[in-house]
């Protein structure tokens, strides 16, 4: 057992935890994606929040932020007035995490916790030992966490009853917090709730079953029925209650200061309540989005990352290429460079809403010109059909800009969403595949006479 050691800043109390990998929700099966913030730029909150589409999961405290990569390392931003930042494990094999106002805190697979930040409760310092705790929830000064048994355990703030209120018994399957009150879901979708009750956030908690998931706000919370509706209860000073949005398919909410939000099945997200930092009226929009959380007056969400794939191979495992000029595997057609064929690649996101998709053309012989094409359907049952020295992949063909290679034979495009290239109309349809390749002139290359060449293809389908 590895051995984890963290020293609470206001304690000074050294903490240690033992770390073994093992996992209810490993982090490879999460949808990996790019992070979006908005909302309050205190602290960096979205300035700093950090880029690449490695990401699995994201969680917020009042003014700080956490997300978690696919190696189960963590990186937090914000501000850092109680270590809830600087003292972020800088270890990978983490498999959850959640943040409390101003503390934060991690799962291992074992299920065992690691906290940090502040400690004014003991929020930290007691944090449980055990193992075998499968999701964990933070508020104002206290923490919660589900056990693999149902049961849950809480720590922390007790000033009203948020710790000492906690239900026994086991069949819980989700636990939520807001600053004082806290939720659980129990098998059957009824909800339970216990602490702070100044606006009615206990004793209005809906009755009967069928709900699916919980968040809390700081005196309002939020739950999602098993129809895709929507229920709030509690404060309602900013319209975080009657300004709930109407109709269904939502999957999960969450809640923050004074605003709450929700995540469709669609992929999109919409919020309601206060706006004072932009937390409501500038979203993000579009589609694509896996998770979302709100902190105090910010929120961020992951976007599933949405690159698409290459097909069309010139290394014969498809169509021949002409002359029998194979490249190697992964590539198209055999060139005159020498060293195989041209590959196209792509990175970014294929989103109409936030557009990264860029292609990458490598392997053409050095300073030659080339030209970007795109269809709406493949060729050759996706193998393509032979054209010049190469294969064709993609009909009807649309062109876009000439761009000449650098002398390595390398180049880079990044304006293939657009309806239109020029005088040539676009393709590129939401929800429908559209499919790239790069043409090439390869003059040396006379197998047929043709002097031009194709890379492999690229197929990827714009979302909102």
Known sequence: MRQLQLTTPRSG??????????????????????????????????????????????????????????????????????????????????????????????????????????????????????????QMAGGFGHSLALRADGSIVSWGRDGAGEVSGTPSGTGFTQVAAGWTTSLALRADGSIATWGGDTWGQVTNTPVGTGFIHVAGGEAHCVAVHSDGSIVSWGHDKQGQVSDTPAGTGFLRVAGGALHSLALHSDGSIVSWGFDSHGQVSTTPVGSGFSHAESGGYHALALRANNVGSAYCFGDGGGAACPCGANGNPGEGCANSSGTGGATLAASGTAYFSDDTFQLQVSGIPGA?????????????????????????????????????????????????????????????????????????????????????????????????
């Not at 093992?22 to 982090?27: D, E, I, N, R």
């Not at 932020?65 to 850092?80: E, K, N």
């Open 13 to 134: 109390r050294l903490l240690t935890l033992g770390l073994i990998l093992v996992g209810l929700f490993p982090t490879s099966a999460r949808a990996q994606g790019s992070i979006v913030s908005w909302g309050s730029h205190s602290g960096g909150l979205v300035a700093n929040t950090p880029v690449g589409t490695e990401f699995t999961q994201v969680a917020a405290g009042r003014e700080h932020s956490l997300a978690l990569r696919v190696d189960g390392s963590i990186v937090s931003w914000g501000r850092d007035l109680s270590g809830q930042v600087t003292n972020t494990p800088s270890v990978p094999g983490f498999i959850g995490i959640a943040g409390g106002k101003d503390h934060s805190m991690a799962l291992w697979s074992d299920g065992s916790i690691v906290s940090w930040g502040d400690d004014v409760y003991s929020q930290v310092s007691n944090t449980p030992t055990d193992t075998g705790i499968t």
């Open 368 to 464: 030659r010109a080339g030209l970007g094409v795109k269809g709406s359907n493949q060729l050759g049952g996706g193998n393509g059909n032979i054209v010049g020295d190469g294969l064709l992949c993609m009909t009807p063909q649309r062109r876009a800009q000439v761009i000449v290679s650098d002398a390595n034979g390398d180049l880079v495009m990044d304006n293939w969403r657009g309806q239109a290239f020029g005088t040539f109309p676009g393709i590129a349809n939401i929800g429908a595949p559209t499919y790239y390749q790069w043409w090439y002139r390869d003059p040396a290359n006379t197998c047929t006479g043709a002097g031009f060449n194709f890379t492999n293809a690229w197929a990827a389908t714009w979302l909102p």
